[in-house]
C-alpha cells in the first residue's frame, strides 16, 4: 500500500513570496489532515478536510493561508505572503474516514523563509 | 500551561534496557491517545492506538493509559539502535478530531 506523498520534500523563499504545498493521501482515504511542525515541537493542526468540504480550518491563519481539496482526493496548502515564523514542516496525513483515528502521515514539507 | 506535556529529552539508555515515555494532560475530555514515532527528517509514523484508561501491547512495547491521573506511559522493552528517535503522544476528544500532541522526547538507545 502506497503512503502518503507530499511534495515538495524542501522549500526555501524569502519572505513575502509564495509558497504551495501537495499532498496525495492513501487511496480510499476520505479524510485528510495539514499540520505545522515548527522544529523542538509536536504537529499543530491547520485544516481537516472530510472528501472535499472542510471539518475543521479553526487554527489556520486564513489572513495568508488557503487550502483546498477540490475532487476529494489531492489537497494544495497555499501561504500567501510567507512570513519568517511560518518556517517549519508542513505535514500531510489521512485517515480512512472521520470515524477513524488511525492518521497516517507523510514525509512533510520542510520550508525555510529567509 | 500546554493541553499536553511531555519532556523533550534527550533520553540516552544503553542497548537492551526498559525505556518508559510519559505525558500528561490538562482535559479530561480526551478519550482516544496515540503513541507516534519520528525518525529525523520523517513523518511521525503511528505506534500505539488505545481508547480510554488501560494497557495496550505490541511485541516491545506496551502503552499505558490511567484518566484518573491524566497521564500516559510507552514502554519500550530491550531497546534497540533503530529505536534512536522522537516518540510524540497524541490524543484527541473523539474519533476522527483533530489530534493535540505533546512536544515529543527524544531517545537516544546507544549500542
Known amino acids: 500500500e502506497a503512503g502518503v506523498a507530499q511534495s515538495p520534500r524542501y522549500k526555501i523563499i524569502e519572505k513575502r513570496q509564495s509558497v504551495a504545498f501537495w499532498c496525495n493521501p492513501i487511496?480510499?482515504?476520505?479524510?485528510l489532515y495539514w499540520y505545522q511542525q515548527i522544529l523542538g515541537q509536536g504537529p499543530k493542526l491547520l485544516i481537516q478536510?472530510?472528501?472535499?468540504?472542510?471539518?475543521?480550518d479553526s487554527q489556520l491563519p486564513k489572513d495568508r493561508f488557503s487550502a483546498e481539496r477540490l475532487k476529494g482526493v489531492d489537497s494544495t496548502l497555499k501561504i500567501q505572503p510567507a512570513k519568517l515564523e511560518d518556517s517549519a514542516v508542513y505535514l500531510c496525513a489521512s485517515s480512512l474516514d472521520s470515524r477513524n483515528n488511525e492518521q497516517f502521515f507523510g514525509p512533510g514539507t520542510r520550508l525555510t523563509v529567509l | 500551561q500546554k493541553e499536553v506535556e511531555q519532556d523533550p529529552g534527550p533520553l540516552s539508555v544503553p542497548e537492551g534496557a526498559i525505556v518508559s515515555l510519559n505525558c500528561t494532560y490538562s482535559?479530561?475530555?480526551?478519550?482516544?491517545f496515540m503513541w507516534y514515532r519520528q525518525y529525523s527528517r520523517k513523518g511521525p509514523e503511528l505506534l500505539m492506538y488505545?481508547?480510554?484508561?488501560g494497557n495496550k501491547e505490541d511485541g516491545r512495547f506496551t502503552a499505558q493509559v490511567d484518566k484518573s491521573s491524566k497521564y500516559i506511559s510507552l514502554f519500550i522493552r530491550d531497546s534497540q539502535p533503530s529505536d534512536s528517535a522522537t516518540y510524540l503522544c497524541?490524543?484527541?476528544?473523539?474519533?476522527?478530531?483533530?489530534?493535540?500532541f505533546g512536544g515529543g522526547t527524544r531517545l537516544m538507545v546507544k549500542p
Open positions: 488505545t481508547y480510554s484508561s
Open positions: 487511496s480510499g482515504h476520505a479524510t
Open positions: 478536510f472530510q472528501n472535499n468540504g472542510v471539518v475543521d
Open positions: 497524541a490524543m484527541s476528544y473523539n474519533a476522527g478530531n483533530m489530534l493535540t
Open positions: 482535559n479530561s475530555a480526551f478519550q482516544y
